[in-house]
C-alpha cells in the first residue's frame, strides 16, 4: 500500500502560469481533501470531496479548482498562479464516518514567482 | 476568525522530561480532537485522539487531556525522547461539518539531548 501519493514532489511556477497537482489513494477512501500549510497558519482547507462525483469548498479556494476524478483521485489546478500561492500543499483522506483521522501525503512545495 | 488555537509557537523540553503541549477552541460544536505529528519534508500523521465527551485519552507516551469547559485540550508525552522532535498540529471537528478538520498553526517541538 502506496498510501497517499501526490506529483510533483517541488514546482516552481511563473505569475500566471497554471498547473494540476496530483493526488491518489489506494486505500478506498470515500473522502480526499486539499490543504495548503503557510508558516504560522497551520494547515487551512481548500476544497474537499467528501464522496466520488461530489466536491465543496474550504476555508481559502479562491484561485484554486479541483476535480475528483474518480474514488481513486483527486487534482488540484491552478488557473493563474499568483505569488500568495507559493505554499506547501498536501492532500489528504479518509474512510466515510467513523473517527475522523486522516491520512497525509507527503506534499508538494510550489513556489510562484 | 480562528477557532483552534496554539499560542505556542515553539516548545523546548529535555529527553526524559514531560512535554506538554496546549492547545483552545472557540467553537462549542466541536465533538472530536486529534492530534498530529510532522516532521520536515513529511505530511502530518495521526497521533491520538479524543471525543468530547471524554476528559482523558492514553496511548503509550501520550495522553491527550479535555477540559470543555474551558475549551483546552493539551497533550502530554512522557517521557519525552529525540525523535518526539517535530511539529504538532491540534484539529477539531464539529459537529456541522462531520467531514472536515479544523487546524490549529502547530506547535514545534524539539528535545534536547
Known amino acids: 500500500n502506496a498510501g497517499v501519493t501526490q506529483t510533483p514532489k517541488f514546482q516552481v511556477l511563473k505569475t500566471g502560469q497554471s498547473m494540476t497537482l496530483q493526488c491518489a489513494q489506494d486505500m478506498n477512501h470515500n473522502s480526499m481533501y486539499w490543504y495548503r500549510q503557510d508558516p504560522g497558519m497551520g494547515l487551512r482547507l481548500i476544497y474537499y470531496s467528501a464522496s466520488e462525483g461530489t466536491t465543496d469548498k474550504g476555508e481559502v479556494p479562491n484561485g484554486y479548482n479541483v476535480s475528483r476524478l474518480n474514488k481513486r483521485e483527486f487534482s488540484l489546478r491552478l488557473e493563474s498562479a499568483a505569488p500568495s500561492q507559493t505554499s506547501v500543499y498536501f492532500c489528504?483522506?479518509?474512510?466515510?464516518?467513523?473517527?475522523?483521522?486522516?491520512?497525509f501525503g507527503p506534499g508538494t512545495r510550489l513556489t510562484v514567482l | 476568525d480562528q477557532q483552534v488555537k496554539q499560542n505556542s509557537p515553539s516548545l523546548s523540553v529535555q529527553e526524559g522530561r514531560i512535554s506538554i503541549l496546549n492547545c483552545d477552541y472557540t467553537n462549542s460544536m466541536f465533538d472530536y480532537f486529534l492530534w498530529y505529528k510532522k516532521y520536515p519534508a513529511e505530511g502530518p500523521t495521526f497521533l491520538i485522539s479524543?471525543?468530547?465527551?471524554?476528559d482523558k485519552n492514553e496511548d503509550g507516551r501520550f495522553t491527550v487531556f479535555l477540559n470543555k469547559s474551558a475549551k483546552h485540550l493539551s497533550l502530554h508525552i512522557v517521557p519525552s525522547q529525540p525523535g518526539d522532535s517535530a511539529v504538532y498540529f491540534c484539529?477539531?471537528?464539529?459537529?456541522?461539518?462531520?467531514?472536515?478538520?479544523?487546524f490549529g498553526q502547530g506547535t514545534r517541538l524539539t528535545i534536547n539531548p
Open positions: 479524543i471525543s468530547s465527551i471524554k
Open positions: 484539529a477539531a471537528r464539529s459537529i456541522q461539518g462531520a467531514q472536515k478538520l479544523v
Open positions: 489528504a483522506s479518509k474512510t466515510h464516518g467513523g473517527v475522523n483521522e486522516q491520512f
